[in-house]
């Protein structure tokens, strides 16, 4: 197997999803992403927010566990404005997925118990919801997962913890790619491969990217295919078949007179 340097593995997914349809954002630092958020927030509600309004929304979106943000996210806020008036704030559009504002960023740096570098960052509206962590190609896909572990206990939770609202997470090493929920209780074994419908596997990044990190996929995969589990609660998503079998289904009862 070839070795790839990490770097050029980066530069070439950020090109690619760039010409998915994900802008660029330079976002290094905490700060930055909360200018980033209360931006990209603005537009996607179509208002402006004063200093003390933002940081009203920061707090409401600080609260809670990772299981507590994924509900968060999927909830309008009730913002009350500062001219006493209320205004209901979307943090996700769930029934028209793909209107939503899709940035791509690279190297956020979060200090928390350690201070931890972040590779790939899909961003939805300004919130930090696909992580992606990328080893040179060799390097076992364990050791990324192992990597994402890490920045759980030391600096997910940190500051404003938005990284708790990551709902997916993508390894890779450039040959092999697999995806998953975020959940504390994750283990290896609950990562998956994304396939065709004709389960074939997609390892390779740039076919995974091209299929699975599509805007309007991806943000299906978030607000249709991610099941919030009441009883563990835990964040799970649903596998290629799953997925397949679900639209077939859907498929079939708007567009035939037959059964599901």
Same mark, same amino acid.
């Not at 980066?10 to 760039?18: A, K, T, V, W």
């Not at 954002?25 to 992403?33: G, R, Y």
């Not at 930090?128 to 080893?135: F, T």
């Not at 740039?206 to 009883?231: N, Q, R």
């Given at each position: 197997?070839?070795?790839?340097?990490?770097?050029?593995?980066?530069?070439?997914?950020?090109?690619?999803?760039?010409?998915?349809?994900?802008?660029?954002?330079?976002?290094?630092?905490?700060?930055?992403?909360?200018?980033?958020?209360?931006?990209?927030?603005?537009?996607?509600?179509?208002?402006?927010?004063?200093?003390?309004?933002?940081?009203?929304?920061?707090?409401?979106?600080?609260?809670?566990?990772?299981?507590?943000?994924?509900?968060?996210?999927?909830?309008?806020?009730?913002?009350?404005?500062?001219?006493?008036?209320?205004?209901?704030?979307?943090?996700?559009?769930?029934?028209?997925?793909?209107?939503?504002?899709?940035?791509?960023?690279?190297?956020?740096?979060?200090?928390?118990?350690?201070?931890?570098?972040?590779?790939?960052?899909?961003?939805?509206?300004?919130?930090?919801? +696909? *992580? &992606?962590?990328?080893?040179?190609? @060799?390097?076992?896909? /364990?050791?990324?997962? $192992?990597?994402?572990?890490?920045?759980? =206990?030391?600096?997910?939770?940190?500051?404003?913890?938005?990284?708790?609202? +990551? *709902? &997916?997470?993508?390894?890779?090493? @450039?040959?092999?790619? /697999?995806?998953?929920? $975020?959940?504390?209780?994750?283990?290896? =074994?609950?990562?998956?491969?994304?396939?065709?419908?004709?389960?074939?596997?997609?390892?390779?990044?740039?076919?995974?990217?091209?299929?699975?990190?599509?805007?309007?996929?991806?943000?299906?995969?978030?607000?249709?295919?991610?099941?919030?589990?009441?009883?563990?609660?835990?964040?799970?998503?649903?596998?290629?078949?799953?997925?397949?079998?679900?639209?077939?289904?859907?498929?079939?009862?708007?567009?035939?007179?037959?059964?599901?």
């Amino acid at each position: 197997m070839t070795t790839q340097p990490e770097q050029v593995l980066e530069n070439n997914l950020l090109s690619q999803l760039n010409s998915l349809g994900h802008t660029s954002v330079k976002i290094h630092t905490e700060a930055e992403l909360l200018s980033n958020l209360k931006a990209q927030l603005e537009k996607h509600n179509s208002t402006t927010f004063s200093d003390a309004e933002f940081n009203r929304i920061v707090i409401h979106l600080s609260k809670g566990n990772i299981f507590d943000k994924a509900k968060t996210l999927r909830d309008k806020y009730v913002l009350l404005k500062d001219n006493g008036k209320k205004a209901y704030i979307e943090f996700i559009n769930q029934d028209y997925w793909c209107q939503n504002q899709f940035q791509v960023t690279n190297q956020i740096t979060i200090q928390g118990k350690r201070e931890n570098r972040y590779d790939v960052t899909i961003l939805i509206n300004g919130l930090p919801l +696909v *992580q &992606i962590e990328l080893k040179r190609r @060799g390097i076992e896909l /364990k050791e990324a997962f $192992n990597q994402i572990q890490r920045y759980q =206990k030391d600096s997910f939770a940190s500051n404003s913890a938005l990284f708790q609202y +990551v *709902q &997916i997470f993508v390894i890779s090493n @450039g040959v092999n790619t /697999k995806y998953y929920a $975020n959940s504390p209780k994750q283990s290896f =074994k609950q990562t998956f491969f994304w396939s065709k419908e004709n389960n074939s596997n997609i390892t390779q990044l740039t076919d995974f990217a091209s299929t699975f990190l599509e805007p309007c996929h991806i943000a299906k995969m978030i607000t249709k295919y991610i099941v919030l589990h009441e009883g563990d609660k835990i964040l799970m998503v649903l596998r290629p078949y799953q997925f397949y079998a679900v639209e077939n289904i859907i498929d079939r009862i708007k567009n035939t007179d037959k059964n599901g």
